[in-house]
């Protein structure tokens, strides 16, 4: 696949005939379900649709392996989730209200207002900016817990106004995470509900006689969550689909290699599905991150996962010069993109597709991961192209004002009867006749 290669992470140049099509191969991820998953999660739908409650408590008893006899064991009170903010370590507490009012300071500059504008003749054009009435939230559980997701998905939520917050997380063996119930105590979340999978995502889509339905299911989780969310895509608004966490750091040789190891570790050990690429234009430079990443590989306490994901997705590239890097970012579309160059503003205008953008040697992904501000629910998979982060707008929904004057009616409805005549639709031109005032 490279023209050097070690056992740890492919070596690729921009100059070898077949990089296009080794690149093309490394960046492949099918995200999409097989049909016995999509088959298993279309019943578990059906059953939470047609039972409710109790399709629910069964489905999380028999994948999370508990024995609970309804709904009211799966829901968590807003006195426990305090408890479990006020019991926290004081240094873990301290952190997690510091990361919470970031987010939200954030947020609260993405807020859009409703704007209206009035026409010579009087008529008032505009568009108004509503909240929805209840969002969803869906935080994984289970190998990992993920307190910075509750924050990143609920606060945006908060911040646009909207009225409940529905918070789902699997709980498997009954284990509860303390941080991720301070988190969502923190984030104004409303109820909270220990339960995951496809059988979580049919609650909140439909409704059962305990889980409200909400409007909008936001949050990442595996591939039954994933299915489940594209299934019930329409009875409810999603995010998105979101593929293995990507690093894609590109440097021009003047960054410390352990750093940019470590850099590409933070998102490979994720999972082994996750990707972390590396581009500089330095060979020299490769070589020496290279070396880092045997080196400081063994040291990390899931070296497994990221060796296997350094293996199957991962890769040093060599490129000719700084314009061919900024070809391949836009390539690539990467989720998050690490500018660890001396001026990264001038980069900034010719890079046109990045979910999050780090720009210069001391901005680590992993700040953007926690702390820094802005969301880290970002598109993955090549959707940069098209798609953006999280933010306050994802729970909001905007609706046009239209007030004609007498004299606007008129004027626009003499338009309107021409062009719906020509598409043959004469009720509309004849509605819009009635209001000519000639």
């Known amino acids: 696949m490279s023209d050097k290669s070690t056992a740890t992470i492919a ?76 019991g926290l370590p004081t240094e873990q507490r301290n952190a997690l209200s510091a990361a919470a009012e970031r987010i939200k300071r954030y947020h609260e500059r993405q807020k859009p207002s409703s704007w209206q504008y009035e026409e010579a003749d009087g008529t008032v054009l505009g568009q108004k900016v509503t909240p929805l009435d209840r969002a969803g939230i869906y ?32 709980t498997p063996d009954g284990v509860l995470n303390d941080l991720v119930l301070a988190a969502a105590h923190l984030a104004g979340v409303d109820y909270v509900f220990t339960i995951g999978g496809a059988q979580a995502i049919a609650a909140l889509a439909y409704g059962t006689e305990s889980i409200p339905r909400v409007d909008k ?56 599905d996750a990707q972390a690429i590396f581009v500089s234009w330095k060979a020299d430079h490769l070589d020496a991150v ?25 890769a ?20 998050h993109l690490e500018l660890s160059v001396e001026t990264p503003g001038d980069w900034l205008d010719d890079v046109r597709h990045a979910g999050a953008i780090f720009m210069g040697r001391h901005t680590s992904e992993a700040l953007g991961d926690y702390c820094a501000g802005p969301n880290h629910v970002l598109p993955t998979s090549g959707t940069a192209r098209f798609s953006s982060p999280l933010g306050v707008y994802d729970f909001q929904k905007r609706s046009s ?20 005549r020509g598409e043959s639709l004469t009720a509309h031109a004849r509605s819009a006749e009635y209001r000519i005032n000639d």
Not at 247 to 270: C, K, N, R, Y
Not at 300 to 307: F, Q, S, V
Not at 401 to 420: F, M, N, R, T, Y
Request: with cysteine.
């Open 217 to 272: 299911i936001v949050g990442p989780g595996n591939i039954y969550v994933a299915t489940a969310k594209r299934a019930v895509f329409g009875q409810v608004g999603i995010d998105m689909i979101a593929g293995p966490s990507e690093i894609m750091v590109v440097s021009d040789g003047q960054t410390d290699p352990d750093w940019l190891a470590m850099d590409l570790f933070s998102q490979a050990e994720h999972d082994e």
């Open 139 to 170: 935080v994984p559980g289970g190998k990992a817990a993920y307190p910075s997701s509750v924050l990143m998905n609920a606060i945006p939520a908060h911040v646009a106004g909207v009225r409940e917050i529905v918070m789902v997380v699997p």
């Open 11 to 86: 070596r690729l140049s921009t100059v070898d005939g077949a990089f296009h099509q080794h690149l093309d191969a490394l960046l492949d991820w099918e995200g999409v379900s097989d049909k016995a998953v999509q088959a298993r999660v279309e019943e578990i739908l059906a059953d939470v649709k047609r039972r409710g409650d109790s399709a629910v408590v069964e489905a999380t008893n028999r994948f999370d392996r508990l024995s609970v006899e309804s709904m009211e064991q799966l829901c968590l009170s807003p006195e426990q989730l305090k408890k479990a903010f006020d």
């Open 401 to 420: 004002i239209i007030h004609c004057s007498p004299d606007g009616a008129s004027e626009l409805g003499k338009i309107a009867s021409v062009l719906a």
């Open 290 to 314: 290279e070396a880092s990443i045997e080196r400081l590989l063994p040291t990390l306490e899931r070296e497994d996962i990221a060796r296997a994901s350094l293996q199957r997705r991962g």
């Open 316 to 335: 040093l590239i060599l490129c000719q010069d700084q314009a061919e890097a900024i070809e391949l970012i836009n390539r690539i579309a990467p989720e």
